[in-house]
């Protein structure tokens, strides 16, 4: 039987590069391996626990599907559900909390970030989001979980909770693995020495952006002193960034783009990378657009999905109560 790998997204707006190459890219690629049984899911219950407007999440959460589906994810190979379709993932959650020390949880460096004034004033939500995090995965004994560098330690929290929980009630879960992706994190075009984040939308390239958007957006990425391109993180962040971004929509190694560009300077550079990128997203684009066309096709996709992932995580869950007495084991 093949092995269980388990991920997601939040629906919370449109998906940049970054996220694409850390995450989704990678997810297809898994996929299509066809050396697991892959559930990939739209995690909108993690998406409500920041600041969010109620008339455009079900926007967000069609739109990740379309996404989802135009990168190459196919509902024939992998199981792609809603999050908060599937019950169990909140009751898994609460009994999870029971055995979860506070101090385990304020000790995440995502909260930290987020966070201001020792997070007195921020929701539980925000707070408790590693504990639905594990919950998430340990409800499918998931052996693998397709991560970024960030996301690990809430994965090591999952792995803790699983121990704990089978140390004090009996072997239930499996303790999954991460499966890094090797594309290292993706940096703002505005400042290479921080992550791309939508937030600043003129300094991250958007799936969606159209090839003049992207065209302008490569053209006034910052680069370093100097013209040589040249691949050195400590030197040179900014032109560094821009190669990563090249070799991985490429598929070239460093090494033989900066042989090719040797003697080019940083502008005819930007030219080249523009239309790497807007050639590596046509497709997407045109899929995505028809996609987005049938919105109840990408409903029924999601609501099957659910459906199979549901039986699974119910299975789950009987057992989970059983062995902590809230049902009766027979």
């Keep these: 039987m093949k092995p269980i790998l388990v991920s997601g997204i939040q629906p919370s707006g449109k ?49 990740l599907a379309a996404d989802f589906l135009a990168a190459g994810l196919d509902p024939k190979k992998s199981t792609i559900f809603l999050q908060s379709h599937v019950p169990a993932h909140v009751e898994l959650a609460w009994i999870l909390n029971t055995i979860t020390p506070m101090g385990e ?6 909260y930290k970030e987020k966070t201001t004034a020792g997070g007195e004033s921020e929701n539980v939500g925000l707070f408790d989001y590693p504990v639905l995090m594990a919950a998430d995965i340990l409800l ?7 991560v970024g560098e960030d996301q690990l330690q809430h ?9 704990k929980f089978n140390s004090k009630f009996g072997n239930t879960f499996v303790e999954p693995k991460a499966l890094l992706t090797e594309t290292p994190r993706v940096m703002s075009l505005g400042n290479p020495e921080k992550k791309m984040s939508k937030s600043q939308p003129e300094t991250c ?19 370093d002193s100097g013209s040589e391109v040249r691949y050195d993180p400590a030197i040179k962040p900014g032109i560094s960034n821009l190669l990563s971004i090249y070799s991985a929509l490429s598929g070239d190694p460093i090494k033989k783009i900066e042989a090719e560009f040797a ?3 940083y502008g005819y550079f930007k030219a080249m990378l523009a239309e790497v ?18 919105p109840n096709k990408l409903r029924t996709i999601l609501i099957a999905g659910s459906k199979k992932a549901e039986g699974g995580a119910n299975k789950k869950i009987r057992e989970v109560k059983k062995k902590i007495g809230l049902e009766e084991s027979r």
């Design 15 to 63: 998906l940049h590069i970054g996220n694409y190459l850390g995450a989704l890219k990678n997810f297809v690629d898994l996929q299509n391996t066809g050396r697991y049984q892959c559930y990939f899911t739209i995690v909108d219950l993690h998406s409500i626990a920041e600041d969010f407007d109620p008339k455009e999440k079900y926007k967000q959460i069609l739109d």
């Design 105 to 110: 949880l304020r000790r995440m460096t995502q």
């Design 140 to 146: 499918y004994d998931a052996k693998y979980v397709p």
């Design 155 to 163: 994965l090591e929290l999952t792995r803790t909770l699983a121990r």
């Design 205 to 223: 390239i958007f799936l969606d952006d159209t090839p003049e958007q992207i065209r302008n957006k490569v053209k006034r990425a910052v680069t």
């Design 263 to 265: 003697g080019k300077n």
């Design 277 to 294: 990128v807007i050639s590596h997203f046509a497709e997407f684009r045109k899929k995505k657009r028809s996609l987005m066309a049938k």
